[in-house]
């Protein structure tokens, strides 16, 4: 009997002589069976009155398994719908004790299980990865004192003030109603006409319409809590933090044209890359930094703390590293864990606790609210992602999917009937701060939210001259797709409140004749606010390729010694190293040997790679020179800014594409030439190369 697992015709004719369908059952296979678990004898056909006869009702194998295939889908997450994650831990390095008692926060060495989802916010759930938009980052923290999910974004700051308006601001950004689009994007009128008339959002714009709302991979992008939170200690003296994650492979985006390639080339680029790089075991690891500040900083800080479209700058208060997230399991399933996963940022740990942030405040109604609708009902948190993994009781009985098996008479309290009934613990318990709280009842906005421009320029100022190039073309981008004219002149009024000069460039770009009134503002622009590098992505780049992508072009010809020495060199770097050729099946080396390939050209565009090697003889130039996908593979790599590595026969290929030499156009020409290329792709992207290849507004 052939292999079924490895004979690939082996299974081809598993339909008998009769028509009734039959994997062959044994071996390892268990039987399938019914959800009420009776054995099933044929998955493939209904049971009919005869062969060619009508189906019947009581073909219970059928009817139970449509039943459940209808009602497979539940309604997406109503932002974040699109998000990929995974499991891993946290471990603590440094105890906070002094400020939490938050044991995850105070045992040094403890590991505690964490679950991590990443999102974009705008698009619908197969939407594309590599949309222009804010990501979410969501960690649950399965402590043994309760779930904590700190269910942050991928920018410090928020484009609104007060939870009130964030209807608006969602149903203005994803698609609009009457049509039903754009998609996953924030280039339209009602996303900037909302914007255009809301000045607070003016630093988030900044943000947004950076690299940073473009990030290459989840494990190159930093991670916020946003708002301000408190820690509570044994004694219950408060003190507020702001959460940092920080990459272990720093910070890394895509350049805006390859953003958009990508969502065609990969829709899936940062779910994949996440999941690979679990299978791989390069886990993706993150530092857990806290800025700490008490009181008295947050009177003298020039900003409100409670303000969500606010940062506290590093230079002001350091972030203080305290741990470590790794993730290391991919999920089981996707819609078990990754669709299933509730994060509610009510969610919280005795030692931590919330501030008056308003948007804070609302959100904790909020998430556990939407649950109910999106995971059908109050019993979610019994879900095995959502349980915590340290005991949980209490007297809340029934409701839909109750999965839970609660013993005894007493479901209520007080009660004296069975003796370990559970009860309150005000020792061990969640406290809350006893703030103190006065003053009238009233639907108003504190002065001190007043400032909308300064930090916005601030992060503008804060900004390397490629990264203030791109922000600029990104505003040019999104306006141009908006049709309304007063829409993008108000956009215009609030950037020059920012800074005129950055109006300007972008009124520049826009092809926008005319004077540029400045928006009322009640606040004018402060101009001593100092730079901060942190705000910066390149500023604080490290060179390195480790986790970085080389794709490398082959085609008959070339020489498999080449394609060796870099693989090699690749995995020393912990890069990963994809090989490119015209046929799937590989291209035949200049030995007669095949190299094999990952990718067929047409899927495996250069945009899935940080850089790329043209290992072509002169016979495989001449034919790929002639290759559309191939010229597109040079052109693009070339035009978004990659060091390109190549052979001295790759040359036609090269001048077909358009490629002009540079620092990043490095020839393998001699026995160091690898080593040379290596190490100038680790730099990352050749910025000088951009405003000889693109208008720089
Ligand atoms: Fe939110 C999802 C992050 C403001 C209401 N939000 C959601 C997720 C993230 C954030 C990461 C996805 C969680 C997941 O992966 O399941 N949201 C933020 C941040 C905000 C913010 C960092 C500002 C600092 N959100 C915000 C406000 C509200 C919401 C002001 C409403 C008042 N957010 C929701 C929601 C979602 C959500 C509708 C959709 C699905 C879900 O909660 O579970 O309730």
Not at 151 to 174: E, M, R, T
Not at 314 to 336: C, H, K, S, T, W
Not at 397 to 417: C, E, F, Q, T, W
């Amino acid at each position: 009997m052939p292999d079924q697992h490895t004979d690939p015709v082996a299974l081809l004719n598993h339909v008998g002589e009769g028509g009734e369908t039959q994997l062959p059952a044994g071996g390892d296979h268990p039987p399938m069976t019914t959800n009420q678990g009776v054995v099933i004898s044929d998955d493939e056909n209904s049971l009919k009155a005869n062969r060619r006869g009508p189906v019947l009702m009581e073909d219970f194998v059928l009817m139970e398994k449509i039943s459940h295939f209808n009602h497979e889908r539940i309604p997406e997450r109503v932002v974040h719908a699109r998000g990929a994650a995974a499991h891993g831990f946290f471990e603590l390095t440094e105890s906070l004790a002094e400020f939490t008692r938050a044991e995850v926060l105070t045992k040094v060495g403890q590991r505690t299980p964490v679950f991590t989802r990443f999102s974009t916010v705008a698009g619908n759930q197969g939407s594309a990865d590599t949309a222009r938009d804010v990501r979410g980052f969501a960690v649950k923290f399965y402590t043994q004192q309760g779930n904590w999910d700190l269910v942050g974004n991928n920018i410090p700051v928020f484009f609104i003030q007060d939870s009130i308006k964030f209807p608006d601001l969602i149903h203005a950004a994803k698609q609009e109603p009457d049509r039903g689009f754009p998609q996953a994007q924030t280039a339209h009128d009602t996303f900037w006409d909302f914007a255009s008339l809301t000045p607070e959002s003016t630093h988030m714009l900044m943000w947004i319409m950076s690299d940073r709302a473009i990030p290459r991979s989840y494990a190159m992008m930093e991670g916020f809590g946003v708002h301000t939170f408190r820690m509570l200690n044994e004694d219950g003296k408060s003190t507020y933090v702001k959460f940092h994650w920080r990459p272990k492979l720093g910070s890394q985006s895509v350049v805006w044209d390859e953003a958009l390639k990508i969502s065609g080339g990969d829709p899936d680029f940062h779910r994949r890359d996440l999941w690979d790089s679990i299978e791989a075991g390069n886990f993706p690891e993150w530092e857990l930094g806290v800025q700490l500040f008490d009181e008295a900083f947050a009177e003298k800080f020039e900003f409100d703390v409670l303000d969500a479209t606010k940062l506290i700058p590093e230079e002001q208060i350091p972030l203080r590293i305290i741990g470590r997230m790794v993730l290391d399991r991919n999920p089981d399933n996707y819609f078990a864990e990754t669709e299933q996963v509730a994060f509610c940022t009510s969610h919280v740990v005795p030692g931590i606790d919330f501030t008056n942030d308003p948007l804070l405040q609302g959100r904790n109604q909020s998430y556990l609210d939407t649950q109910l609708s999106r995971l059908g009902g109050p019993n979610f948190a019994q879900l095995p992602i959502n349980r915590p993994q340290c005991p949980m009781r209490n007297f809340q009985r029934d409701g839909h999917m109750a999965m839970n098996i609660p013993k005894g008479r007493v479901s209520y309290g007080p009660s004296s009937l069975e003796p370990t009934t559970e009860r309150a613990d005000p020792q061990a318990g969640f406290r809350s701060h006893p703030a103190r709280e006065e003053g009238d009842k009233l639907r108003a906005r504190s002065k001190t939210f007043a400032d909308h421009y300064s930090q916005a320029l601030q992060f503008f100022q804060s900004q390397t001259k490629p990264e203030q190039d791109h922000i600029v073309s990104a505003f040019v981008f999104e306006l141009s797709k908006v049709d309304t004219d007063a829409v993008r002149a108000r956009v215009l009024a609030q950037l020059a409140n920012v800074d005129p000069a950055i109006a300007q460039r972008v009124a520049a770009g826009l092809g926008h004749d005319g004077a540029i009134p400045k928006a009322p503002a009640s606040n004018p622009v402060r101009t001593d606010l100092k730079p901060s590098k942190a705000l910066s992505i390149l500023a604080k780049f490290e060179p390195t390729l480790k986790g970085r992508k080389i794709g490398c072009l082959v085609a008959d010809g070339t020489d498999p010694a080449l394609v060796l020495e870099l693989e090699k060199a690749a995995e020393t770097l912990g890069a990963f190293f994809k090989v490119i050729a015209p046929k799937v099946g590989g291209a035949k080396g200049s030995d007669g040997g095949t190299i094999r390939a990952d990718f067929q050209l047409a899927g495996g565009p250069s945009v899935l790679f940080d850089t790329v090697v043209l290992a072509v003889s002169a016979e495989g130039a001449k034919t790929l020179a002639k290759e559309a996908a191939a010229v597109a593979f040079v052109h693009d790599a070339f035009a978004h800014l990659k060091v390109i590595g190549h052979t001295a026969d790759a040359q036609p290929l090269l001048d077909k594409a358009g490629v002009e030499p540079d620092d990043g156009v490095v020839a393998l020409s001699d026995s160091k030439g690898t080593a040379r290329y290596l190490k100038q792709a680790s730099e990352g992207r050749i910025w000088d190369r951009e405003p000889k290849l693109r208008a720089v507004f």
